[in-house]
């Protein structure tokens, strides 16, 4: 567990931007997935709560690791 927190650290920390842009796209995949309504994937905004955790995550975390 260590060797992948620090990995994962390491990574973070060469690509700073890389977990808001993520987030990003789950919010404009959740944006596309809204023309396709009737599915309970689609209803609950589900890919819209997950790109606002992780992009507000990755805005909090680049700092420390910088």
């Not at 993520?22 to 209803?43: A, H, M, R, T, Y």
């Not at 997950?50 to 690791?65: A, C, E, K």
Request: charged share 10%.
């Amino acid at each position: 567990m260590n060797d992948f927190l620090d990995r994962v650290s390491e990574f973070i920390s060469k690509y700073p931007g890389f977990l808001p842009l993520l987030g990003l796209v789950l919010i404009i995949l959740n944006l596309i997935l809204q023309i396709f309504p009737g599915s309970w994937f689609v209803d609950r905004n589900i890919l819209l709560h997950l790109g606002l955790i992780v992009s507000l995550i990755g805005l909090l975390i680049v700092r420390p690791l910088t």
